[in-house]
């Protein structure tokens, strides 16, 4: 059973635009969630994060947004550029209860010029 | 942002030898580190979750016997693939976590990964 999931294996975008990546966890002992970004060959990078606390969390580009009630959480890159092409990783937690990262599929997104 | 290094990046091996790779925090002190692997197209998985100084902690499916870890100390956690076989060719990455588990999360950081290809 995937207590993490994230739908869209791709996402193609123009530079510029904003890109949209969408998660969504069952486990609603989750309370802290994360976004990586991958290159193909090497480890994941973090990227930003955010506590069940909060519902929103900005980071240059990037911002994070959760919303617990529907066990959803997205992450906006604004603008999109070609450099962001990478596949990226949602990634969830119960900290409480001292539990690993759960990582969803990831979904792989272009970024075009 | 916290470094953690992996040796060796690439290694290839005859079926049957065994495999150690190094996992190490560069400038911090993780008292937790996790195993993960990532076959091509897929998510990463957890192997093992490793607490210094005391055994590895199993996902389940995973063989404790054929996948040893050692934490040794709190900069350096190992992982050894014994009497590899080609299906345990793929992608292992480690994390480590940096201190304790503190309110706001836990953000793990991860090394660069080791490809192992067994022949």
């Known amino acids: 059973d995937q207590q993490v999931k994230q739908n869209s294996p791709s996402l193609s975008v123009q530079e510029g635009r904003i890109s949209i990546l969408n998660c969504d966890y069952t486990n609603s002992m989750f309370d802290y969630f994360l976004w990586y970004k991958k290159y193909p060959a090497e480890g994941p990078t973090f990227l930003i994060s955010i506590s069940s606390i909060k519902d929103k969390n900005e980071d240059g580009r990037f911002t994070v947004f959760l919303n617990k009630s529907a066990k959803h959480l997205s992450l906006h890159i604004v603008p999109s550029q070609p450099g962001d092409s990478a596949v990226y990783f949602c990634a969830a937690s119960a900290h409480q209860a001292g539990t690993a990262l759960i990582f969803g599929k990831g979904t792989t997104l272009s970024v075009s010029s | 942002g916290a470094v953690v290094s992996q040796h060796p990046s690439w290694v290839i091996c005859k079926s049957g030898t065994s495999v150690k790779i190094e996992c190490r925090s560069l400038d911090f002190q993780a008292t937790t580190m996790f195993w993960y692997r990532q076959f091509p197209k897929q998510s990463l998985m957890l192997m093992a979750t490793s607490n210094e100084g005391s055994k590895a902690t199993y996902e389940q499916g995973v063989e404790k016997d054929k996948f040893l870890i050692n934490h040794a100390s709190l900069t350096l956690s190992t992982l050894t693939v014994t009497s590899a076989h080609p299906e345990d060719s793929s992608f292992y990455i480690c994390?480590?976590?940096?201190?304790?588990?503190?309110?706001?999360?836990?953000?793990?950081?991860f090394g660069p990964g080791t490809r192992l290809l067994v022949l």
């Open positions: 994390s480590a976590r940096e201190g304790a588990r503190l309110a706001g999360g836990e953000t793990q950081y």
